[in-house]
Every structure is written in C-alpha cells, then in structure tokens.
C-alpha cells in the first residue's frame, strides 16, 4: 500500500494522520527489533490471513508457504490460512520454525498440531457488512521472520509510537546509520547521524515509518 493511500487509511481510523518518516536503508532487517516489539498496520476491511501477508505486509507467496511455519492470531495457532480472519481487534505473530517437540506442535498443518487442537484457531463468525470498517492490526514478527520480512513490512509503512522508535534509533551502533542513505521527516530532510527526542519536533505520537526503495528528496 502506498504511503499516501496508509496516511489516509490511518486518518480515517484514527482521526489524524500520523508523521510519515521515510529513509532509505541499506540493511532494513538491522529493524529487526522494532518488528519483534510489534507494529500495526491499516486495514480497509476484515480479510483472511492469507491476503493480509500478501497484500497488505507484501509477502510473496513462496515466502508464505515455505518460509512462516507458525502463526498465533489472537494466541491461538493457525493452520488454515483462507479461513482465519483478521478483524478489528486481531494480533497476528508470525514465527519461522520452532525448535524441539513444541515447535512441531506449533507449526501449521504439521504431524504433531493434532495435540493442540484445544487452542487451536476455531473459525469466526462472518462480520455485518456494517461492521467492515478500517481498523489497524497489531503484527509482531518472530526469530527469523523479523529479519527476513524486515523489508516488506518497511516498504509497506508500519505504524509505531515514537518515544519506541527513538529509543530503537539511540541505541544503534555506528555500524547501523553508516547504511542509511537520506532520511526525512513530513517531507522535511533531517540528519540521519544524530537522533535523539528534540530532532522529532513537531511530530506525532505515532510514526508510519516507510523504507523508500528510490532515493528521498535531497
């Protein structure tokens, strides 16, 4: 979804268009932490897990069928992709293979899921039409799914508080701002070197944070 279509999807589920700080980054999954602690995104309209992967975070479908082996919506594990429903309300966590006899009895569609059919996800009831409404869905990334769908999820725009996302920037080495390339807040260019709570003002609450895949303005 493009920024421009996320800032006013957002608007109209949460009454303000949140700040848009878009960059370019060389290593987008050095953000791995950020996807773990968890983001939200914004929905037109209730939809299967299946579509929200590809549509609204951006994975490929290879990337779905082969690389998420578990998935929690709403902390009951998934199997069924076209039939779980993301709705107002859903936590989705993605997860790569876990380890040991746990992990298999985690992992959708495995051997072993069988033994957790009590928590498995039990199929909603199909919302009113009068409730289909936009709304956000909160997302938290996994072990190797925060840094192997790190770029999808930026390239799409995740929503994150800001006091979260500076005390993410202030902690990066060196090593992390030498792959940034320009960055800017509302459209407005600020430096990419030094990050702390003043170089944020004015600024909202909550951020769309956007990876760019063509250069920002200069």
């Avoid at 800032?7 to 999954?29: D, K, V, W």
């Avoid at 701002?177 to 170089?199: N, S, Y």
């Amino acid at each position: 979804m493009p920024s421009s279509e996320s800032i006013e999807l957002l608007s109209r589920i949460t009454g303000a268009a949140p700040s848009l700080l878009r960059f370019t980054h060389a290593q987008p999954n050095q953000f791995e932490i950020i996807l773990q602690a968890g983001f939200a995104l914004p929905v037109e309209r209730p939809t299967n897990v299946y579509e929200f992967l590809r549509d609204q975070l951006g994975v490929p479908e290879e990337v779905i069928q082969q690389r998420i082996q578990t998935l929690f919506l709403n902390s009951s594990p998934v199997d069924n992709l076209l039939t779980a429903q993301v709705r107002p309300g859903s936590t989705l966590a993605l997860s790569g293979a876990l380890p040991g006899l746990l992990g298999a009895t985690m992992r959708r569609g495995g051997y072993y899921s069988r033994m957790r059919e009590g928590i498995s996800y039990k199929t909603d009831e199909p919302l009113a039409e009068e409730n289909s409404k936009p709304f956000l869905v909160q997302v938290r990334l996994y072990n190797l799914m925060a840094r192997e769908l790190a770029g999808y999820a930026l390239r799409r725009g995740i929503l994150v508080s800001k006091d979260r996302l500076c005390e993410f920037l202030e902690q990066q080495p060196p090593a992390f701002w030498m792959q940034f390339g320009r960055c800017e807040l509302d459209e407005k260019p600020i430096p990419t070197d030094v990050f702390h709570q003043a170089a944020w003002e004015p600024c909202t609450e909550t951020i769309l944070l956007l990876l760019a895949d063509s250069p920002v303005k200069e």
